[in-house]
């Protein structure tokens, strides 16, 4: 488990680590249910943030 990361998010939300640490189950679990064996991390990171209320990035086109 990305402690490092999770820790962060709860730093930066205010939130007690075991509460972060839950989430981060959660979205796990939300991953398996899903069948997203692609990828798998990047999911449940994904599921993670948006659970964390981190905003969504915009994936804008590179300008050249």
């Given at each position: 488990?990305?402690?490092?990361?999770?820790?962060?998010?709860?730093?930066e939300?205010?939130?007690?680590?075991?509460?972060?640490?839950?989430?981060?189950?959660?979205?796990?679990?939300?991953?398996?249910e899903?069948?997203?064996?692609?990828?798998?991390?990047?999911?449940?990171?994904?599921?993670?943030?948006?659970?964390?209320?981190?905003?969504?990035?915009?994936?804008?086109?590179?300008?050249?």
């Amino acid at each position: 488990m990305p402690t490092g990361y999770v820790k962060k998010l709860a730093e930066e939300h205010g939130m007690p680590l075991e509460e972060a640490e839950e989430k981060w189950k959660e979205a796990m679990k939300r991953a398996r249910e899903e069948g997203k064996a692609e990828d798998y991390f990047a999911y449940v990171t994904t599921i993670f943030k948006s659970m964390m209320g981190e905003p969504k990035k915009s994936h804008r086109a590179h300008k050249e």
